[in-house]
Structures are given as structure tokens and as C-alpha cells.
């Protein structure tokens, strides 16, 4: 994490796997999170992936590691569900820069921001269940209040790719901007955050994401406990190891 004119940018680092989730990172991105929410220079937290992509979601190479056992399965999908608790629960406002692939938790994390700025050549997609999975990140709760219950339900059922642009227009996120001007727009985006009155400004974030927080809280319970289920399905084993990233 680095912090600059009160906004603290924190940047997934893992670009030989497309900033591919695991253990490492999680733990990595919760604790940055974590001291963002706690450093009183910052005003603004800006979130971006290093590389190609902003987040290709879970590492499919680690799967069986992650699916060892019930117990370990329930800690990897607990603290996946850490971050959003940290973004979406948080005093400050969250910006992403989002560029490349966006995909599973790393689309979910999109829609866990405040405001994203996507690339216009960003694509996105919910994978899981096409892999025997399901999704985190309060999704669903969150899609469905965004673009509708059959449209929510369909986007989870098929992981069609949606285009920057088709995410815009179902108001996913914020902005569109060009693939080479995303991360200035993103900073530039934060500062005007930054400089609005602080009580003022944290308090449409209070108000806003509280007015769906029980069904949210629901909804990630029902999640993890779908999730956990989920990676040890032995099904899963099979479609996970028959999929490959690049």
C-alpha cells in the first residue's frame, strides 16, 4: 500500500497469474485494507490489479490445496468474503481501477466498490458455476438490487462475458474510460472524493450500503456455506481440472 494526497492505493500483485486469488493474496489485500481503514493521512482507498488484468479470479491451480478438507475449504472462502466485509463495511470510500479481466471474485470486488472505473477493453464474467462453484462477495444480494433478479440470476447461471460498456449501462460501475487512461481517471476520481467534507461524504456511504446490510449479511452466509459445499463436490475436482487459465 502506498499512500499519496490522503488516497491509499493498494495494488493486487500477482500479474504472472493475472493477480489470481489465494491464500497470499487475501491475506495480503485484507491487511492492506485493513491499514487503510486505520491510517487517519488517508481519505480515499483506490484498489487496481498489476498487469495484464485487474483480478482473474480464484487460482484454479491451487483448487486442490483449497479443497483439502472442510475446514480449510470454510477459512479460504471465509476470508474471500473478508474483503468485501472490508470494502463494503468500511468508513472510506473505495475506488477501482479495473483493466483486463475482471473475473469471478475479481468481478465480485468490482461490484463491491464505491465508484469503478473500468477499461473499456475490460471484460467480466461470474465463472463459477460453470466450474461447480458458486459465487461470494454478497453477489447475490448485491446483483440482483443492480440489474434485476432474472437478469442477476442469468448472469450467474450462463458466465456470459459482458463488455466495460454493458456493465455501464446496467450500472455495475461508474465510468467507462480508454484502456491507457482508466487508472488516471480512478486517481482522479479519488481526489475529488478526497476533497468533499469527510463526515459528509462517509455518511453516504453509511446510509447507502446500510439500507441493504441484513440481506447482504444473509446473503454471504448463505454463500460460504454454498461455496464450501461446492469445492467439495467432486464434480468440482473434475471441471476445475479439466480448466486452464492464460
Given at each position: ?14 500479474p ?52 483439502s ?13 473478508r ?43 461470474l ?6 462453484l ?60 478526497a ?43 473434475v ?8
Amino acid at each position: 500500500m502506498t499512500v499519496s494526497d490522503g488516497i491509499a492505493e493498494i495494488r493486487l500483485n500477482r500479474p504472472e497469474r493475472l493477480n489470481a486469488i489465494n491464500p497470499d493474496l487475501l491475506s495480503g489485500f485484507a491487511a492492506a485494507l485493513e491499514r487503510a481503514e486505520k491510517d487517519p493521512g488517508v481519505e480515499v482507498i483506490l484498489i487496481c490489479g498489476e498487469g495484464r488484468a485487474f483480478c482473474a479470479g480464484d487460482d484454479l491451480k491451487e483448487f486442490h490445496q483449497q479443497s483439502s478438507g472442510k475446514a480449510e475449504t470454510r477459512r479460504f472462502i471465509e476470508d474471500i468474503q473478508r474483503i468485501t466485509e472490508l470494502i463494503v463495511n468500511g468508513e472510506k470510500i473505495v475506488v477501482g481501477a479495473i483493466h483486463g479481466w475482471a473475473v469471478g471474485g475479481g468481478f465480485e470486488w468490482v461490484l463491491n466498490c464505491d465508484l469503478a472505473i473500468m477499461a473499456e477493453g475490460c471484460r467480466c464474467f461470474l465463472p463459477e458455476i460453470n466450474l461447480g462453484l458458486f459465487v461470494t462477495g454478497g453477489i447475490s444480494a448485491l446483483l440482483p438490487n443492480a440489474v434485476g433478479l432474472q437478469k442477476a440470476k442469468a448472469m450467474i447461471l450462463f458466465g456470459e462475458q459482458i463488455t466495460a460498456k454493458e456493465a455501464l449501462d446496467m450500472g455495475l460501475v461508474y465510468r467507462v474510460a480508454p484502456d491507457d487512461r482508466v487508472y488516471e481517471e480512478a486517481v482522479a476520481t479519488a481526489a475529488r472524493i478526497a476533497g468533499l467534507p469527510k463526515l459528509a461524504r462517509r455518511n453516504v456511504k453509511k446510509v447507502l450500503n446500510r439500507s441493504f446490510q441484513l440481506s447482504l449479511a444473509d446473503a454471504m452466509k448463505l454463500e460460504t456455506d454454498a461455496t464450501v459445499d461446492c469445492f467439495l463436490d467432486p464434480e468440482t475436482a473434475v471441471r476445475i481440472g479439466n480448466t486452464e487459465i492464460s
